[in-house]
């Protein structure tokens, strides 16, 4: 087969990520790039989620979505979400480890990092944006809260759903770490900013998450969060 004209994915780096350094979906991006080795290859780029700059016509032209985060790769590709900037991290040295290598592991992976968003993560996110506060007023133009408390407590059902499973498996989705466990880490993040409790008979839960704490990418970004808000 000539392959000659087919686009290559040669020298993409460095790259920039735009993000808010504390943000828990950012999290995801900033884990799995020190999971890989890769921080160092990247410029991050702050939008001031608090200020209401990810939903400037600006960066509405990055991201139509108006959410962090974002990478852009030298040649002005930008690619937005969480899981495809995952996959695209993981495919760049055609050694996945954080989104799975056979069939099986892709497939599982990705169900469990959705249900991680669905039942979890986003829901916490909805919490956030129509039950409290929120970013402020000049950013949350529509709030409802009766819906903000219903994922609040769909939320808590996530985590008493994650607790099972870990239960009988020290990894979300596959026997080693994945693109799944960083999203249920990002749900544990969110709600720990929120004050959203884990349940007391969550034991699994809390124990897997405690010996996710001491992963070097975790310890990595505690130590950047601790460092506080970038400057300029
Ligand atoms: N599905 C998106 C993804 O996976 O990338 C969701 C991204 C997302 O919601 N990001 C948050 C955001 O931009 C960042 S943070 O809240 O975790 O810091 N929120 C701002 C908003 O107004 O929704």
């Not at 769909?154 to 026997?175: C, D, H, I, T």
């Not at 466990?181 to 008979?201: E, Y």
Request: net charge negative.
């Amino acid at each position: 087969m000539n392959t000659a004209n087919r686009p290559t994915d040669a020298a993409p780096l460095p790259m920039n990520i735009y993000d808010w350094y504390n943000g828990p979906y950012p999290a995801r991006v900033r884990i799995a790039l020190a999971e890989k080795g890769l921080l160092a290859k990247v410029d991050f780029v702050s939008i001031n989620l608090w200020k209401g700059e990810h939903k400037a016509p600006e960066f509405l032209e990055i991201n139509y979505s108006g959410t962090l985060p974002v990478l852009e790769l030298k040649d002005g590709t930008r690619i937005a979400e969480c899981t495809a900037i995952t996959q695209y991290l993981d495919d760049l040295d055609g050694s996945p480890t954080l989104t799975g290598s056979t069939a099986v592991e892709k497939g599982l992976i990705h169900m469990m990092t959705k249900r991680a968003e669905i039942e979890f993560l986003d829901a916490v996110s909805m919490y956030f944006h129509h039950a409290t506060p929120g970013l402020g007023s000049h950013v949350e133009i529509y709030q409802n809260r009766e819906w903000g408390l219903h994922m609040r407590d769909k939320a808590v059902r996530g985590m008493r759903y994650f607790n099972e499973v870990l239960k009988s498996q020290p990894f979300v989705a596959s026997p080693s770490f994945s693109m799944a466990d960083i999203t249920v880490i990002s749900g544990m993040v969110f709600s720990a900013l929120l004050g959203l409790a884990v349940p007391d008979d969550c034991q699994a839960l809390r124990e897997w998450y405690a010996r996710m704490q001491q992963r070097p990418s975790l310890v990595a970004w505690a130590a950047m969060v601790e460092k506080g808000a970038p400057t300029s």
